[in-house]
């Protein structure tokens, strides 16, 4: 079955792209890709479109990572690479797969959380998620995803199982959220948002240096009530890898961060004490436990 057509109203909708206002588009070393070719995928009732965002800087697994979703069983995903503008290495790479990837950009941003932000807009998948160039897709994710997507043409958001430093990790807990923002195995490759469910809720909140994605899953639950489903255990879409922007900071600046997402959404401020001494408690435990 064929996914792509030319298409010229999207492509002269894609040059009107804010995202892409300052980037000429015949500049070899900031962009390229099928959609500049006026060749874009379509979306079917049985095949739908499922959007890939990859953000990427200076990634050495980036070729291996962009394999892993070329080589899907399922074919009718869009890959879109977001590049911090890592250098003429990275291009090179971008460029050897000028005839497979529907569209990259490389430029200077305002980091991680900036990027997938430019990849959810410019994405014109029915669902839409994130694999990092340092994740790997196993072979049949994006077919199990897609499976999901038909069987639940009413759900706003699906979770795969995920690996991580070798272990499982799966399940939905959108219940626990007042109190816990771990609901999910990841924001990254086991997670995969309706497009125009995401564009109700908005997009990443650049003003949150970390747990932006975790801000996102509160407003998603909390304000919107977004529903969603989890794959079984066996189910697994991928391979972390070294992913985890958040889990490089300490204990008080991603508590400290918590506490201003959820004030800033308005929760219950007794509730926001209850998490300060809760977490605080336990981590002191923990630590004499270990001492």
């Not at 980036?62 to 977001?82: A, G, P």
């Not at 997670?191 to 650049?206: E, H, P, R, T, W």
Request: aromatic share 10%.
């Amino acid at each position: 079955m064929k996914f792509y057509s030319k298409n010229t109203l999207k492509f002269k909708k894609l040059k009107k792209n804010k995202i892409l206002k300052n980037i000429n588009l015949k500049d070899k070393k900031k962009i390229g890709g099928l959609m500049l070719k006026k060749i874009f995928k379509k979306d079917f009732h049985q095949n739908p479109l499922i959007s890939i965002i990859m953000p990427n800087y200076k990634s050495k697994k980036l070729s291996s990572s962009i394999m892993s979703v070329l080589n899907q069983s399922y074919k009718n995903i869009e890959l879109i690479v977001i590049d911090g503008n890592s250098g003429s290495s990275t291009i090179k790479v971008l460029n050897d797969f000028k005839n497979k990837l529907d569209l990259w950009i490389s430029e200077n941003d305002k980091g991680m959380w900036d990027a997938w932000n430019k990849g959810f807009k410019l994405a014109n998948g029915r669902f839409v998620g994130v694999v990092d160039s340092s994740n790997k897709l196993y072979p049949k994710a994006m077919e199990i995803l897609s499976g999901y997507i038909k069987k639940n043409p009413k759900i706003d958001f699906i979770c795969g199982t995920v690996k991580k430093d070798g272990r499982l990790y799966g399940g939905l807990k959108a219940d626990k959220i007042s109190t816990k923002f771990n609901i999910i195995p990841s924001s990254v490759v086991g997670f995969f948002i309706k497009k125009s469910s995401l564009k109700k809720v908005g997009y990443l909140n650049l003003k949150y240096k970390i747990q932006a994605d975790y801000d996102l899953l509160y407003r998603m639950i909390v304000k919107h009530k977004l529903k969603g489903i989890n794959t079984t255990g066996e189910e697994i879409f991928g391979d972390l890898g070294d992913s985890g922007f958040s889990k490089k900071h300490n204990f008080f600046d991603t508590l400290s961060n918590e506490i201003r997402i959820r004030n800033d959404n308005r929760q219950n401020k007794l509730v926001l004490l209850y998490i300060i001494l809760g977490k605080s408690l336990t981590k002191v435990f923990n630590f004499m436990f270990r001492s």
